[in-house]
């Protein structure tokens, strides 16, 4: 069974760009969250999409945002790219339980995002 | 009050040995899961095990086990018979039922096997 893939695997950018990560859970999951880990923050909650809605947010500033498309597969964009944005993003997928907190979350390689 | 905490910045472990990772949580939901997360230096977080509030059982996973002491609100891991992969950054985690999946982590542990 393949699991969480995330592309790109790096990206560098400059400040005030736009980027987007993209993430393809693993078959069958019909969640996906995103994750920040910058140095010193440790991993942040960012967002949790569940069947093409968006169902819970982190403390993010609005331009960070996302979607969800009907394979489950999800983009993460960040908008007006701040130095502080570099970070590693990490996605995570999960099946649709009946127990919120049973569902594991599986993560994905990440994608590493350097901010110039 | 930070609501996962892990107080050991790093750790070393003779290989073959055992070592435990310290975990403790705080939460006023009763219900609530504990997770292990390893990660290694390419960054993937991988799943290790968890652990439910209401669990009567230490979770176990191969040569991974979880001392859980709900009393003590405690989550430490155990890996038996370390090896060298096992050198990685460890993280704790917990998600409340009322926290809508959303995974609360600790700052981790970055244990070392040594040879």
């Known amino acids: 069974e393949a699991g969480v893939t995330q592309s790109p695997t790096h990206l560098i950018k400059t400040r005030g760009q736009q980027v987007t990560l993209r993430c393809s859970p693993i078959?069958?999951?019909?969640?996906v969250y995103w994750y920040q880990q910058a140095l010193g923050l440790g991993l942040q909650f960012l967002l949790w999409?569940?069947?093409?809605?968006?169902?819970n947010r982190g403390n993010f500033p609005p331009r960070f945002s996302g979607r969800q498309f009907p394979n489950y597969s999800s983009e993460l964009n960040v908008n007006a790219l701040e130095l502080e944005d570099s970070a590693l993003y990490l996605c995570?997928?999960?099946?649709?339980?009946?127990?919120?907190?049973?569902?594991?979350?599986?993560f994905g390689p990440g994608t590493r995002l350097t901010v110039l | 009050a930070q609501k996962i905490t892990q107080t050991q910045p790093g750790m070393f472990v003779q290989e073959k040995e055992a070592v435990t990772l310290d975990c403790t949580y705080d939460?006023?939901?009763?219900?609530?899961?504990l997770f292990w997360y390893k990660q290694p230096s390419s960054g993937e977080m991988i799943f290790l095990i968890y652990?439910?509030?209401?669990?009567?059982q230490n979770a176990t996973e191969g040569r991974y086990s979880l001392n859980f002491q709900k009393a003590r609100k405690s989550a430490n891991l155990v890996i038996s018979a370390s090896q060298l992969g096992d050198s990685a950054m460890y993280f704790c985690a917990m998600r409340e039922l009322g926290s809508a999946r959303q995974l609360t982590f600790g700052s981790g542990t970055q244990l070392t096997v040594l040879p």
């Open positions: 652990q439910g509030s209401y669990d009567q």
């Open positions: 939460t006023s939901d009763p219900s609530y899961g």
């Open positions: 999409y569940d069947e093409g809605e968006e169902r």
């Open positions: 995570a997928s999960s099946r649709r339980g009946t127990s919120g907190v049973t569902d594991t979350q599986y």
């Open positions: 078959s069958g999951h019909t969640s």
